[in-house]
């Protein structure tokens, strides 16, 4: 049993003695067709327009958007969102209240009049996930 006990504790020894050394990650990138790479500040993740047909938008993109829930209405957009666009391979949440909660509606992709599904002028936050 000494003798486990001694080898239990050099090979601890060792192992934590041991370090890996990790390189940093590349920053990551997209490519657009014909433009080449794109760094993550330029990738759109939302669009949320005032307007439908996706007029007078904000443009919501990686390096903008805060992480978890985005209030609309602290960016001038309350209750006034008619139609939204997601990119990037985000899908988003819109949201009745300010912080997240209340009646939500999914989007994925271009809803150029939230009539259609029962959400116009009714958004005031959202938050955003990959798709």
Do not use: H, Y
Not at 33 to 40: I, M, N, S, Y
Not at 98 to 114: E, I, K, M, P, R
């Amino acid at each position: 049993m000494f003798k486990s006990l001694a080898l239990f504790a050099l090979l601890n020894a060792v192992f934590a003695s041991a370090s890996v050394a990790r390189a940093p990650a590349a920053p990551a990138t997209a490519s657009v067709p014909g433009k080449g790479p794109v760094a993550d500040a330029g990738i759109t993740v939302l669009e949320t327009c005032v307007n439908t047909n996706l007029n007078n938008c904000l443009i919501w993109t990686v390096a903008s958007l805060p992480v978890g829930c985005t209030n609309l209405a602290a960016n001038g957009q309350a209750n006034s969102v008619s139609s939204v666009q997601t990119g990037g391979g985000a899908g988003c949440t819109l949201f009745s209240s300010t912080t997240c909660t209340g009646a939500s509606q999914f989007v994925v992709g271009t809803l150029n009049d939230l009539g259609v599904v029962g959400f116009d002028n009714k958004a005031n936050s959202f938050s955003c996930v990959a798709a």
